[in-house]
């Protein structure tokens, strides 16, 4: 009697995204080897935010129930005007925005939802661990995929996905294209409950828009920690890179905004400095059997706070294109990459333009402060719905997730 082989993958980058790919590819029944160069699989970094479509994407994976139980589930969201300390826009995240989404937004610690999936991950029989493998190259042939490691170890598999992140080897050998370094630059640090402002000790994530730069804090673990992000555009000639920062450079860009936001500069002890970078969409990232996920398929930076959602989405639209072509995964490729480049190449574009509207100065300030002024949580809605309304069921219909007509 003969049997069926078990079709196999291999996913390079224990990421939030590698681990939701493993999780939506033994779904459809496919053995996984997860690589990983880092010694141990864990996260780094500090806070996210998760709207409803990450929730949407979770859920699907079968992970939603254990990533809320580390969220903080939001009030508000919040945009302030640095410099004179009003409120520009404030869109409620209550039951409207939950009954209209059919899912919570809400900040998490990136450890605890890179946990929450990799609590999935470790109890699927189907996946097996690699760490400290750092991969060199790739290569494949009408049979299989094979990736050869910096120590010469080789591992092999019908497909190989590349998820290891904004500078993947994968998209490397893949694509060979180079990274769009914005020069914008961003501090991410934690502060303690009882460090924070009482005043600004907001169930919301809140954005301080100043000249050129802004501030980002929001509640992490229960309202313990609380997360601080800075941005600003760059004086200095970047390089894609992460390195220790200093409060010194992050005052120099942050003359001139109003004393409340302004206090927060000095409550993180230490700084990690990024110096963001993303990349051109493209038409094309499968090829044959590979294919890219998340921030190797498509880097975004961080001002519409979807880089984790949009990885998300991907490995769940992912698994269900193998699903519909009934396990030809070179064609399944195809379909995913058909359906995930217009949305996600749609966030990159309005990712550049969100930096540019919170970073207004003069004139442009003056028009973006009068852009929201008096509108209707149904009209903040609807412009999201774009975005939000993704989800499992509608994921294979393409950008059509679009706002019903305004009532």
Same mark, same amino acid.
Request: charged share 20%; net charge neutral; aromatic share 8%.
């Given at each position: ?74 009030? @508000? ?66 049979? @299989? ?263």
């Amino acid at each position: 009697m003969t049997t069926t082989r078990p079709q196999s993958a291999i996913v390079v980058g224990g990421g939030i995204g590698g681990l939701a790919a493993a999780l939506a590819l033994t779904r459809q029944g496919i053995q996984v080897q997860l690589l990983e160069q880092a010694a141990e699989i864990g996260e780094i970094g500090a806070g996210i935010q998760l709207g409803p479509n990450a929730f949407a994407a979770l859920d699907a994976l079968g992970v939603g129930d254990i990533a809320r139980q580390r969220a903080v589930f939001t009030d @508000h969201i919040i945009m302030m005007d640095a410099v004179d300390n009003t409120e520009i826009v404030r869109i409620e995240t209550g039951t409207a925005f939950r009954d209209r989404f059919n899912g919570p937004y809400a900040v998490i610690h990136r450890a605890d939802i890179h946990g929450s999936i990799l609590e999935g991950v470790r109890n699927d029989p189907l996946i097996s661990f690699h760490t400290s493998t750092q991969i060199d190259r790739f290569v494949q042939t009408d049979a @299989h995929a094979e990736v050869i490691d910096t120590q010469g170890n080789s591992y092999r598999a019908d497909v190989v996905i590349g998820c290891d992140g904004v500078k993947s080897v994968v998209r490397q050998h893949l694509i060979g294209d180079e990274p769009r370094v914005t020069g914008h630059v961003v501090y991410r640090a934690v502060v303690e409950r009882d460090n924070m402002p009482e005043d600004l000790r907001i169930n919301a994530p809140v954005l301080w828009a100043g000249p050129r730069c802004h501030l980002v804090h929001y509640p992490l673990r229960g309202g313990q920690q609380y997360n601080l992000v800075v941005t600003f555009h760059s004086r200095e000639q970047e390089e894609w890179g992460v390195r220790d920062g200093s409060k010194e450079e992050v005052l120099s860009y942050f003359q001139g905004i109003h004393s409340r936001p302004a206090q927060l500069l000095d409550r993180p002890t230490s700084w990690r400095r990024w110096a963001t970078a993303d990349r051109e969409p493209v038409e094309q990232w499968s090829f044959g059997r590979a294919t890219l996920l998340g921030d190797a398929a498509h880097p975004m930076s961080q001002y519409m706070a979807q880089g984790a959602c949009m990885a998300l989405e991907d490995a769940v639209t992912l698994g269900q294109a193998v699903a519909q072509c009934q396990g030809d995964l070179p064609a399944a490729f195809k379909l995913y990459e058909s359906l995930r480049i217009p949305r996600s190449a749609r966030v990159v574009w309005s990712t550049r333009e969100m930096g540019r509207i919170y970073h207004a100065k003069g004139v442009e300030r003056t028009v973006r402060n009068a852009l929201w002024k008096d509108a209707t949580q149904t009209r903040f809605y609807d412009g999201l719905q774009w975005l939000y309304g993704w989800n499992a069921q509608n994921c294979m219909q393409g950008i059509k997730h679009q706002a019903p007509a305004s009532r």
